[in-house]
């Protein structure tokens, strides 16, 4: 894939971060696209929503396209996410067969795929992740500043 189709389903992926903020939950966004270019589900974090500490955006995601397709291997297929997944959707990744994983910002303190480790990349697993990283990086790590920052003014008012 071509980085132009890479930038506008990263795009989507930011307007489902946005919607995660409004909804009080920390804002990443995923979508799943398949070889075709057409996007099998869409969502944004939903931990808190759900009570589910394994509700993030790439496992919602995740969870919606198996049932849509009827099948646990998403093979063929790409997920857009803003920030780099951490370990457990980076499993969740191998375990699903997605071909290639595009994020936006990298993780330095949770990433799973990059930043800390390099799970799906380095080999020792039975599938192989493709991983590019930084589209619409600094856009993307813009959104999750300024939600901790509002958050944090708000825990800081008297």
């Keep these: 894939m071509a980085v132009l189709p890479d930038v506008h389903y990263m795009q989507l992926a930011l307007e489902q971060a946005e919607l995660a903020a409004g909804r009080g939950e920390v804002p ?5 696209v398949d070889a ?4 099998l589900a869409c ?13 993030h955006a790439e496992m919602v995601v995740l969870r919606q396209a198996g049932r849509s397709l009827a099948n646990y291997r998403l093979s063929g297929t790409t997920m857009y996410v803003t920030i780099e997944p951490c370990v457990m959707c980076a499993g969740a990744l191998v375990h699903a067969r ?9 993780d330095p303190k949770a990433g799973g795929m990059v930043s800390l480790y390099q799970v799906g990349r380095d080999g020792r697993l ?3 992740l493709e991983v590019t990283g930084g589209i619409l990086g600094e856009e993307c790590a813009a ?15 008297p």
Excluded at 28 to 32: F, S
């Design 28 to 32: 990443v966004g995923a979508l799943l």
């Design 36 to 39: 075709q270019g057409t996007v």
């Design 43 to 55: 969502d944004g974090n939903r931990p808190i929503e759900y009570s589910d500490p394994t509700a």
């Design 98 to 106: 997605v071909s290639r994983v595009v994020y936006g910002a990298d």
């Design 126 to 128: 039975n599938h192989n």
């Design 143 to 157: 959104v999750l500043r300024a939600f901790f920052q509002r958050k944090r003014k708000k825990t800081a008012a």
